[in-house]
C-alpha cells in the first residue's frame, strides 16, 4: 500500500496559470519535505515542516508556496510557473531524528 | 550549509563490485542516507549511518568516517537491475533539514 502518495503523477500547466501539487501521507510522520528534481540533477529542497513549523530554503523562489493543513497532508503551490519549474516534483516523509524518509511518486510538471 | 560530493558516473561489469564515494561538509551532522533512484522514479532508501563503521546489507554496505566527511556505499555482485543513480544525503544536527548531493549514475555492463 502507497504511504506517501501524490497526485497527480502528471501535470501539465500553462505559463503564468497558479497550480496546485498535492501530498498525503498514512505514515503519520512529524516531518514533511517537497523537492524539486530537474533531470539528471539531485533533488533540490525547497521547504520542509516539521509539525507545522514551516522551513523555507533561502534560494526557493518566492513564486513557491507551500500549505501543510494538517499532519497528513502538504501541498505545493506555484503562483505564476514558469518554463524553467518544468521538473518532477517529490515529497517524503520523515518521523525525524535519524529515521530515513520516504518518498512519493512524485509529480512531474510540464510548463507550456 | 552543506556541501556534498559524489562523481557523476560510474561503470563496471556484472558480478563485479562499485564504491561510490561521498563527502560532505556541513554545519552539523545527524547521519548520512544513500537513496537508489531508477530513471523517472522516486528515490528508494538503501542505507543509513550515523555512527563511524560499516554497515552490511545483503549485497549493499555502507560506510561512514565522521572525523573525515567521507562515506561510501559498496556495491557487491552487481547485477544489470542495479543500474541506476545512487543519492548520498545528510542530515543536519539541528532539525531535520535533509541535503542531497549531486547523485553518481552507475551503469552495468554485460
Known amino acids: 500500500d502507497a504511504m506517501v502518495i501524490q497526485n497527480p503523477r502528471y501535470q501539465v500547466t500553462q505559463f503564468g496559470k497558479p497550480v496546485t501539487l498535492s501530498c498525503s501521507q498514512t505514515?503519520?510522520?512529524?516531518?514533511m519535505y517537497w523537492y524539486q528534481q530537474k533531470s539528471s540533477q539531485a533533488p533540490k529542497l525547497l521547504f520542509h515542516?516539521?509539525?507545522?513549523?514551516?522551513?523555507n530554503e533561502a534560494d526557493t523562489p518566492d513564486n513557491f508556496q507551500s500549505r501543510r493543513p494538517n499532519t497528513s497532508f502538504c501541498f505545493l503551490d506555484i503562483r505564476s510557473p514558469g518554463l524553467g519549474d518544468a521538473a518532477m516534483y517529490l515529497c517524503?516523509?520523515?518521523?525525524?531524528?535519524?529515521?530515513?524518509?520516504?518518498f512519493g511518486q512524485g509529480t512531474r510538471l510540464t510548463v507550456v | 550549509g552543506q556541501n556534498i560530493d559524489q562523481p557523476t558516473e560510474m561503470t563496471a561489469t556484472e558480478g563485479a563490485i562499485v564504491q561510490i564515494n561521498c563527502t560532505y561538509q556541513?554545519?552539523?551532522?545527524?547521519?548520512l542516507f544513500w537513496y537508489q533512484q531508477h530513471a523517472g522514479e522516486a528515490p528508494t532508501f538503501l542505507s543509513y549511518?550515523?555512527?563511524?563503521g560499516l554497515e552490511e546489507k545483503g549485497r549493499f554496505s555502507s560506510f561512514l568516517s565522521r572525523s573525515k566527511g567521507y562515506s561510501y556505499l559498496l556495491l557487491k555482485e552487481l547485477q544489470m537491475k542495479d543500474s541506476a543513480s545512487y543519492l548520498c544525503?545528510?542530515?543536519?544536527?539541528?532539525?531535520?533539514?535533509?541535503?542531497f548531493g549531486g547523485g553518481t549514475r552507475v551503469l552495468v555492463k554485460p
Open positions: 517524503a516523509t520523515s518521523r525525524g531524528g535519524g529515521s530515513e524518509a520516504f
Open positions: 549511518n550515523v555512527l563511524d
Open positions: 515542516y516539521y509539525d507545522k513549523d514551516f522551513n
Open positions: 544525503a545528510v542530515r543536519e544536527a539541528a532539525g531535520n533539514k535533509l541535503t
Open positions: 556541513t554545519s552539523g551532522f545527524n547521519g
Open positions: 505514515l503519520n510522520h512529524n516531518v
